[in-house]
């Protein structure tokens, strides 16, 4: 979510002024790796519950699925092939998460109930960064990303704290106890 608020200045900072076209095309995928951060974990449900044979048939469907998206994509240029691999991808998050959710006994409202709070959280961050901004455009882009990071980092933690405190604080006992 933060990668999406601040994909102008993160893409002037780390790549360069000459980039500045990658920043749309970022903004689709940071959605996308949002949800695939939550989706390679089906691959390990099937592995660990002893159905590789699931494991690869999700891969043979989802492939040529994932390729066609792309390629309808291409006809709108490298925001279509962003666009098209970002449908593609969240029609098959579904498709493979309720098929590893059948191994695990975990029924999809209880998935969507665990994602909630930190969704919320999530978007919360998101609409703080979008409204801060315009506020910093003044600034170089360096500065930008540093606020930007530095209050959405602020803004997801203490949001967190309050939605999901009991895992907040096992976060910050972990964290502790690595000292």
Known sequence: ????????PFVAV???PNWTAVAPILKILAWVGMLQSIGTTMGTIYLVTG???VALRVTLIAAPILIGGIA???????NGVAIGYAIASLSLFYYTAIKAFHFIDLRLPE??????RPSISTLAMVILLVILTPQLKLMTPLYQLLIGSMSGLAAYVCISTILNRAQMMSLFKIISNLK
């Open 111 to 116: 998935f969507h109930k665990t994602l909630l």
């Open 51 to 53: 159905n590789p044979g």
């Open 72 to 78: 309808i994509g291409l006809v709108w240029g490298i």
């Open 1 to 8: 979510g933060g990668l999406f608020a601040l994909a102008d």
């Open 14 to 16: 780390v790549f360069g």
